[in-house]
């Protein structure tokens, strides 16, 4: 580009060289006398060899250019450079440079893409490119309940999406949640009161009532938290632990301001360490 501009500017140059020459032409001498008219004979001769040594400069700057491997293509747009108002012919420069933004645009894309196959970020070690299948997978592995049962709480597995299985956890009489498990790891988390039914064909349908529904992203927020792509049995175990400390969501205070109830609704926060309640406005 800074070639292509140099070369420009050297066009000019040569237009203003050979107008000026054939300006003084057109005026002649200013005085018809053998003097003057040698003087205006070797003005002439001086700026006719001036305009030929800047065409040859010329010739060899255009030589040195590169040929573009392929012209642009605007479409009908190329008919703005046809108008003959100023502020519409200043359009079509706008234009190629969109395009050659674009054409970077898509070149970045396609190195970040290339980085980011490179560098797998899926949570889980087993990835099942069939994502509503009913062929059973033998090789991944499901949480067993009974290493994660709590009192109170009663857990089922099934499998409505193929391999990836879904636990049903059920605790007291208080609320239900489904787990859905891709391996031994946790990939989305709904909550739902005890009354209300788990739709698999729709497993991000939220809770009717709000309390359920804070809790919910809580547990999200939590299963983060817990997440550990190099201990997953521990995780989960710990992450079980925790969510079962909500057997007791209705009827223990919060820790902080003593109170079961703060603008309408219970503690639905538990610390991720001691277990103990909190509103969501005491928890910070």
Same mark, same amino acid.
């Given at each position: ?6 070369t ?40 006719f060899?001036?305009?030929?040594h800047?065409?040859?400069?010329l ?31 200043a ?7 969109s $395009?050659?933004?674009?054409? &970077? %645009? ?5 190195? *970040? ?7 797998? @970020? ?30 109170n ?5 099934c499998?409505p999406?193929?391999s ?27 909550v ?16 009717? $009532?709000?309390?359920?529904? &804070? %809790? ?5 927020? *939590? ?7 190099t @201990? ?8 079980m ?7 007791r ?7 902080r ?8 609704l219970?503690?639905t ?16």
């Amino acid at each position: 580009m800074e070639k292509l501009n140099f070369t420009l500017g050297a066009v000019r140059n040569l237009r203003s060289s050979v107008r000026q020459c054939f300006e003084k032409l057109a005026d002649g001498s200013p005085e018809q006398n053998e003097e003057n008219n040698a003087k205006f004979l070797l003005e002439f001769q001086e700026n006719f060899s001036d305009i030929n040594h800047q065409i040859k400069e010329l010739e060899g700057i255009i030589n040195s250019l590169q040929v573009p491997p392929a012209p642009y293509y605007l479409g009908n747009t190329t008919y703005l450079a046809q108008e003959t108002t100023q502020d519409r012919q200043a359009l079509y420069s706008q234009l190629v440079n969109s $395009y050659k933004w674009i054409d &970077k %645009v898509h070149d970045h894309s396609l190195l *970040a893409y290339n980085n980011l196959n490179v560098n797998s @970020l899926r949570r889980s070690y087993i990835y099942n490119s069939q994502k509503r299948g009913r062929v059973q997978c033998s090789t991944c592995n499901t949480p067993d309940p009974d290493e994660i049962s709590h009192p109170n709480t009663t857990y089922k597995v099934c499998r409505p999406f193929g391999s990836s299985a879904v636990v049903v956890i059920t605790i007291s009489h208080v609320l239900k949640a489904a787990l859905v498990c891709k391996g031994v790891l946790i990939e989305w988390v709904s909550v739902k009161g005890f009354d209300e039914h788990i739709d698999f064909d729709d497993l991000f349908a939220e809770s009717r $009532y709000a309390v359920f529904r &804070k %809790v919910q992203e809580n547990t999200q927020a *939590a299963m983060l938290h817990f997440f550990s792509p190099t @201990l997953p049995d521990l995780a989960i175990k710990s992450y079980m632990a925790w969510f079962h400390s909500y057997s007791r969501l209705f009827v223990e205070p919060c820790k902080r301001c003593g109170k079961f109830l703060a603008n309408g609704l219970p503690p639905t926060w538990r610390d991720l360490r001691t277990l103990e309640p909190y509103h969501e406005e005491c928890k910070n």
